[in-house]
């Protein structure tokens, strides 16, 4: 199951786009309002939503200024977040996030909506950065 957030246009340079998204504890600015917890631990970090159980995640790989995914530390649901990013200018990039899922299609049905939503919310909050 593969959910493409929207590319978004974010008021940072690419560099200091990737830099921020590198730091695990600013995930918690892009974070929907429905947050209920959220701790980094080292190079991984948990966040609890309300009515869904807690997730971590941990960094996975960063190719410099350009891509920074995230993957999830428990291998019972094995998945990544990726975000995408693209100097526009000195000033401006885009980022897209991408969530990639290997999900049985049972799980995938029930938490595609949910899913989908998380995305959107993350890719809201960070074009507000």
Do not use: C, H, W, Y
Request: hydrophobic fraction near 45%; charged fraction near 25%.
């Amino acid at each position: 199951m593969n959910i493409d957030g929207n590319v978004v246009t974010v008021k940072k340079s690419q560099k200091d786009l990737f830099e921020f998204l590198t730091q695990l504890e600013n995930f918690e600015q892009l974070m929907p309002e429905s947050k209920e917890k959220f701790e980094v631990d080292g190079e991984s970090f948990v966040f609890g939503l309300k009515g869904m159980p807690e997730i971590r995640l941990i960094m996975k790989e960063k190719t410099e200024f350009s891509n920074v995914t995230l993957g999830a530390a428990s291998s019972k649901l094995p998945f990544t977040l990726a975000a995408d990013i693209e100097a526009i200018s000195d000033t401006e990039s885009k980022a897209q996030l991408k969530f990639e899922s290997s999900f049985n299609p049972m799980m995938a049905m029930m938490v595609k909506k949910p899913l989908t939503n998380f995305i959107e919310a993350l890719t809201e909050n960070l074009a507000k950065l």
